[in-house]
């Protein structure tokens, strides 16, 4: 059974910093490229950003490109997303998820002073 579990969300101030962590079981995560996807409230799915399978390539959404750091430790079936500079419109649930078939529960995210 593959299991993906995101931890690390919370309440943070405008311009400060988050690191989120995805823990994966049941599967061989270096196989794969991951990526994190995350939805505001009343709003859709919107894409942050992928990385490769052994963490050589990544890629980023519009939005966010500049602000984050998406790296991965497959020793430690581990994904992260390093975010800086948060802004209220980053206030969403974050998602990791593994080729859009696993996903984990989400870790919720909210900016506000």
């Known amino acids: 059974q593959v299991q993906l579990v995101e931890s690390g969300g919370g309440l943070v101030q405008p311009g400060g910093s988050l690191r989120l962590s995805c823990v994966v079981s049941?599967?061989?995560?270096?196989?794969?490229?991951m990526s994190w996807v995350r939805q505001a409230p009343g709003k859709g799915l919107e894409w942050v950003g992928d990385i490769s399978s052994e963490g050589a390539d990544t890629y980023y959404g519009d939005s966010v490109r500049g602000r984050i750091t998406i790296s991965r430790d497959n020793a430690r079936s581990t994904l992260y997303l390093q975010m800086t500079n948060l802004q209220p419109d980053d206030t969403a649930v974050y998602y990791c998820?593994?080729?859009?078939?696993?996903w984990g529960q989400g870790t919720r995210v909210t900016v506000s002073s």
């Open positions: 049941g599967i061989t995560i270096s196989r794969f490229g």
């Open positions: 998820a593994i080729l859009a078939k696993y």
